[in-house]
């Protein structure tokens, strides 16, 4: 199994900036550099969407258009941890965001194309 604990969550006023850390474990990980790693957040009321995710070495990124120039991910994957770090945030980014593993190691936007999550961490921008 794989563990993914995300922390940094909290509040903040828009503007402001924030940090999540996602840190992986657990006896079938052996290395993260292995797989892809995705960020995720889910407003209420509405679906799950991707955010950001980085290929095995974080050489290729992805962001949704939404963060793209705000949010930056990043990995050590000597820590097994990645990196959510947000700048500009706005009221729209509050969210419950989770951290993702894509054990195939390709690039995805897909929720369905990754293997495993965090519980998640809150994320709430006030105006």
């Known amino acids: 199994q794989v563990q993914l604990v995300e922390s940094g969550g909290g509040s903040v006023q828009a503007g402001g900036s924030q940090r999540l850390s996602c840190t992986a474990s657990g006896r079938t990980l052996s290395t993260l550099s292995k797989y892809t790693m995705g960020w995720f957040r889910q407003a209420p009321g509405k679906e799950r969407e991707f955010v950001a995710a980085?290929?095995?070495?974080?050489?290729?990124?992805d962001y949704s258009d939404s963060v793209k120039g705000r949010f930056t991910i990043s990995r050590d994957n000597a820590k097994n941890t990645v990196y959510l770090q947000m700048d500009s945030l706005k009221p729209e980014d509050t969210a419950v965001y989770y951290c993702?593993?894509?054990?195939?190691?390709?690039?995805?936007?897909?929720?369905?194309?990754?293997?495993?999550w965090g519980q998640g961490t809150q994320v709430t921008v006030s105006s």
């Open positions: 980085a290929s095995r070495r974080g050489v290729t990124t």
């Open positions: 993702a593993v894509l054990v195939s190691g390709y690039v995805s936007r897909r929720a369905s194309d990754y293997d495993y």
